[in-house]
C-alpha cells in the first residue's frame, strides 16, 4: 500500500537490526547525459536550498536508525562532486551529530572525472571522505561524445593518475554494450582501467530508458540500437579479465579485490537497513519501502514545512520473497534455502525449489552448500531468471 507524504514518526528502522546505510542524493549534473533517467537538475540555482533542506532532513530523520551504527555514508546523485569541499564537509557533520557511526565507515562520493582537479582531490584527500567512485565509463571519445558525458578522455585518464596518489578505496564505473564499441576496444577499456591499480570496478550495460535522449535518438536513427548479444559477449570478456585480475564478481555488475567490495551497495543487495535523503532518494527498513518526492522544488518547500515528502509501501511476504530472489541471485552469496525456509515458511522453498528446476537443467542455475546460485552461464541473465522465481500473489 502506498501513501502520500508521511511524517517523521510513521516510518521506523527495527532496533534488532545492526548496522546500516546512508545514502545522499544530490540532484545537480552540469549537463545531462543521453542515458540517464536518475533524477537530476542541470540548474544548480537551488543548490544552497537544497543543501539547507539535505542537512535538515538527516536531523528530521534522525530517529529512524535507533540503535543502529552507520556503516557507510553515500554520496550518489546527479554529480555529487559539483559540491564544494565545505558543502560536503557541512553534510557528513550532520551525519555525525545525529547518529551513531561505526568506528571507520566507508564514506563515498561518486565523482565526474572533470570535476576532479588536482586541487579538488587534494582537498577531499583531507576530507572525511575515504572512496571514490569514479564514473569514467569509457576512455574512448566517442563513446564519450554518444553518451553526452561532460568530461573527454583526457580528463579520464588525468584524474585517475592523480586520485591514486591520494586515495587507496578507489571504484571506477565503465560502460559495455556501447554502439560501435568494437570487444577489441572493450578489452581496451578494461586494460586501462587495470592500469591504474583501482581494487573496484562497476560495469553496466548500456540500457535504453524510456524518455531519455537516447531512446529518442536510437528511434530516430542517429544512433544505432544497443546489440544485446554483442553486450552479453562484453560481459563474459569483463568477468574473465577481471577475474584473471585477482577481482572477485561479488555481484553481477561490480568487481572487487578482496576487503574492497562497496560496503554501501552490499547493504541494498544482502537486505540491511538503509535511509536516503534528498529528492528521489529511496529508504528501506526491512518491513517498508519508502522514498522521497522526485522534483527539486516540493522536496525543499516540505522539507522547509519540517514535513518529509515522501510515499512509502508496505512490503507483503511475497514482496519480500521477490526481493529476496532478485537481490540473492545477482550475487555470489546466492539465495540461501534455509533462509527461505526460515523467513518465508515451507511452501515458499518449496514453490522456489519447483520454479528453478527447469534453470538448473539448462546448465543456469545450480545448489551448492544449500545456496541456490546462478552459473557462469547464468550470470548475464540472472534478472530475467529471477522474475521467473518470483512468486505471484
Not at 564537509?89 to 557511526?101: A, G
Not at 577481471?242 to 543487495?269: C, D, H, R, V
Request: glycine share 6%; with cysteine; proline share 3%.
Amino acid at each position: 500500500m502506498s501513501q502520500n507524504f508521511k511524517s517523521k514518526s510513521e516510518i521506523s528502522f527495527p532496533s534488532g537490526r545492526l548496522g546500516g546505510a546512508l545514502y545522499i542524493h544530490i540532484p545537480f549534473c552540469k549537463q545531462a547525459c543521453h542515458y540517464c533517467d536518475f533524477h537530476f537538475s542541470t540548474s544548480l540555482k537551488k543548490k544552497d536550498q537544497l543543501i539547507g533542506c539535505l542537512s535538515k532532513e538527516i536531523k528530521l530523520r534522525k530517529d529512524e536508525l535507533k540503535n543502529q551504527s552507520v556503516e557507510t555514508i553515500y554520496f550518489g546523485g546527479g554529480t555529487p562532486s559539483l559540491l564544494a569541499n565545505n558543502e560536503l564537509e557541512l553534510l557528513i557533520s550532520e551525519v555525525y551529530k545525529h547518529y551513531k557511526i561505526s568506528d571507520n565507515p566507508e564514506i563515498t562520493l561518486e565523482a565526474n572525472p572533470d570535476d576532479l582537479s588536482k586541487e579538488k582531490i587534494e582537498a577531499l584527500a583531507e576530507s572525511p571522505i575515504n572512496r571514490l567512485s569514479v564514473g569514467i565509463q569509457s576512455f574512448f571519445e566517442r563513446d564519450l561524445k554518444l553518451m553526452n558525458r561532460a568530461h573527454n578522455s583526457e580528463e579520464a585518464k588525468l584524474c585517475l593518475n592523480e586520485a591514486t596518489k591520494y586515495f587507496d578505496n578507489i571504484s571506477v564505473d565503465l560502460i559495455y554494450g556501447i554502439p560501435g564499441l568494437s570487444n577489441a576496444e572493450w578489452i581496451e577499456n578494461i586494460e586501462m582501467a587495470l592500469s591504474y591499480g583501482v581494487p573496484h570496478i562497476s560495469c553496466y550495460a548500456l540500457t535504453v530508458e524510456p524518455k531519455t535522449a537516447l531512446a529518442s535518438l536510437i528511434k530516430k536513427g542517429v544512433i544505432k540500437n544497443v546489440d544485446d548479444h554483442l553486450a552479453q559477449q562484453q560481459f563474459n570478456i569483463l568477468v574473465e579479465k577481471l577475474e584473471t585480475s585477482g577481482f572477485i564478481n561479488y555481484e553481477l555488475s561490480n568487481f572487487g579485490k578482496p576487503e574492497y567490495f562497496s560496503k554501501n551497495n552490499s547493504a541494498y543487495w544482502q537486505g540491511k537497513p538503509y535511509l536516503g535523503i534528498g529528492p528521489s532518494a529511496h529508504s528501506f527498513n526491512g518491513d517498508q519501502r519508502s522514498w522521497n518526492v522526485s522534483n527539486n522544488t516540493k522536496y525543499i518547500k516540505h522539507i522547509q514545512q519540517d514535513k518529509l515528502p515522501l510515499e512509502i509501501e508496505t512490503l507483503s511476504t511475497t514482496d519480500k520473497f521477490n526481493e529476496y530472489i532478485m537481490t540473492g541471485l545477482r550475487t555470489i552469496w546466492g539465495v540461501s534455502l534455509q533462509k527461505v525456509n526460515q523467513d518465508f515458511g515451507v511452501s515458499y522453498k518449496t514453490y522456489l525449489l519447483e520454479q528453478a528446476e527447469v534453470f538448473i537443467n539448462k546448465h543456469l542455475l545450480y545448489i551448492d552448500d544449500n545456496k541456490l546460485l546462478t552459473t557462469k552461464k547464468g550470470k548475464f541473465l540472472c534478472d530475467g531468471i529471477a522474475s521467473s522465481l518470483f512468486k505471484i500473489n
